[in-house]
C-alpha cells in the first residue's frame, strides 16, 4: 500500500509570486484535504477535494485554490504569496464511502518559506 | 472560542508513568474524534479515532469521550521517551464524509528517562 506522498519537500518563494504543491492520495483513497500549520499551531483546513470538485472550505482566501485528478491526486495553488502564508502545508487522503467511517491519514508535508 | 481547546504544555512524565492528554471541543454536534501524534519536524500521524461515548483502547493508548461535557481524553500507560512529541485532537461535525476537521493547537509531551 503506498501512502501519501507530496511534492517538494521543501520551497522558497517571495511575496507576490505562487506557488503550486502537489500530493498524491493514498493506494485505494479518493479524497484529498489540505491543510496549512503555522509553527506551534495545529493544522488549519484549507480545502477538500472530493470527485474532482470542491467540498467543503474553510476560512482561507480565493487565492488559494486547488485541483484534483482523475487519478485522485491534487494541486494546491496559492497566487499572490504573502508573508503569512509561510508554514507547512499538509496533504490528507481518505476514502470517502456511504456508510463507511473514514480516516485521514496525512503526507509528509511541504514546508513553504515566503520572503 | 476555539473549536477545539488543548493545554499547549509541555507535560513532563516519568518513563513508566501514565499522560494524561485532554481536550475540549465548542461544537455540541460533533461526531468523530480523532488523536494524532506529530513528531517535530514530522506531520501527524494517526493514533487513535472515537466515535461513542466511554473508552477505547488500543495497546497503550486509551481514548476517553464524554460528549455531554464536550470532552476528549488520551491516555498513555507505561510512557516511553518515544512517545515525547506533541499531540493533537481533531474533531469533526460528521459521522461519515468528513469535509473539515477542526484542530486545536496541541499538547507537547516529553517523558523523562
Known amino acids: 500500500e503506498t501512502g501519501v506522498t507530496q511534492s517538494p519537500t521543501h520551497l522558497i518563494k517571495t511575496r507576490g509570486q505562487q506557488v503550486t504543491l502537489r500530493c498524491s492520495s493514498q493506494?485505494?483513497?479518493?479524497?484529498v484535504s489540505w491543510y496549512q500549520q503555522a509553527l506551534g499551531q495545529g493544522p488549519q483546513f484549507i480545502f477538500q477535494?472530493?470527485?474532482?470538485?470542491?467540498?467543503g472550505r474553510g476560512n482561507f482566501p480565493p487565492r488559494f485554490s486547488g485541483l484534483q485528478f482523475p487519478n485522485y491526486s491534487s494541486e494546491l495553488n496559492v497566487n499572490a504569496l504573502e508573508l503569512d502564508d509561510s508554514a507547512l502545508y499538509l496533504c490528507?487522503?481518505?476514502?470517502?464511502?456511504?456508510?463507511?467511517?473514514?480516516?485521514?491519514?496525512f503526507g509528509p508535508g511541504t514546508r513553504l518559506t515566503v520572503l | 472560542q476555539k473549536e477545539v481547546e488543548q493545554n499547549s504544555g509541555p507535560l513532563s512524565v516519568p518513563e513508566g508513568a501514565i499522560a494524561s492528554l485532554n481536550c475540549t471541543y465548542s461544537?455540541?454536534?460533533?461526531?468523530?474524534f480523532f488523536w494524532y501524534r506529530q513528531y517535530s519536524g514530522k506531520s501527524p500521524e494517526l493514533i487513535m479515532s472515537?466515535?461513542?461515548?466511554g473508552d477505547k483502547e488500543d495497546g497503550r493508548f486509551t481514548a476517553q469521550l464524554n460528549k455531554a461535557s464536550q470532552y476528549v481524553s488520551l491516555l498513555i500507560r507505561d510512557s516511553q521517551p518515544s512517545d515525547s512529541a506533541t499531540y493533537l485532537c481533531?474533531?469533526?461535525?460528521?459521522?461519515?464524509?468528513?469535509?473539515?476537521?477542526?484542530f486545536g493547537s496541541g499538547t507537547k509531551l516529553n517523558v523523562k528517562p
Open positions: 481533531a474533531v469533526n461535525r460528521a459521522r461519515y464524509n468528513f469535509n473539515k476537521f477542526y
Open positions: 490528507a487522503s481518505s476514502l470517502v464511502l456511504a456508510g463507511v467511517r473514514n480516516e485521514q491519514f
Open positions: 461544537d455540541r454536534g460533533s461526531q468523530s
Open positions: 472515537i466515535y461513542s461515548n
Open positions: 477535494y472530493y470527485r474532482e470538485e470542491e467540498n
Open positions: 493506494s485505494g483513497h479518493n479524497t
